[in-house]
């Protein structure tokens, strides 16, 4: 019986369920930890800590301990004013209602737009007929600045020391 006393004391982890338990009183949600990632580890933490437990028991205060982890108070309150009994269900109701809030949040921000078909037609031409006629401007200032000469006669290449051209413009090949 002794012997069976030290080994279990040296190998077993009976004396860690208090270092267990004071993880789980101490854990909290990470910044960017999704709620599926704090459940699975306070399901594992709650399986270290209170292996001798009943399961009941046990599903009832690891559904407490997730709601006390959970980072947003709004998520929290909620989920424990909807007094689940097991893990599970308070994360899928958790769950829930940050995807309820997120598309809340985003749906505040969306307007729909009714246009007639006649009005956007003409709109949409006149917009082409600007692009097109900028593009052509656009086209006509490049072809421009290529082909003719500077008006400083003073401008002389690095590269060639010759007079109306700069480096970058240079025809000489090195």
């Known amino acids: 019986m002794t012997i069976k006393k030290a080994l279990e004391s040296r190998f077993g982890d009976s004396h860690m369920t208090q270092f267990y338990r004071t993880e789980l009183k101490t854990r909290r949600q990470k910044p960017g930890e999704s709620l599926q990632v ?4 306070i399901e594992r933490l709650m399986s270290l800590a209170y ?5 009941d028991i046990r599903e009832s205060l690891a559904a407490q301990y997730f709601i006390d982890t959970i980072r947003d108070e709004d998520t929290q309150l909620s989920t424990r004013l909807m007094d689940a009994k097991d893990l599970k269900s308070s994360l ?6 940050e995807d309820a809030r997120t598309v809340s949040k985003t749906s505040r921000h969306v307007r729909s737009i009714e246009t007639e078909d006649h009005m956007s037609r003409e709109r949409d031409d006149k917009f082409e007929f600007f692009f097109n006629r900028l593009e052509k401007l656009l086209n006509s200032s490049v072809a421009g600045k290529k082909n003719t000469p500077r008006r400083n006669s003073n401008i002389t290449c690095w590269k060639c020391n010759k007079k109306w051209h700069v480096q970058r413009e240079c025809q000489v090949i090195t």
């Open 92 to 97: 899928a109701y958790s769950m829930k209602y």
């Open 38 to 41: 704090l459940a699975a580890d």
């Open 51 to 55: 292996a001798e437990c009943l399961l």
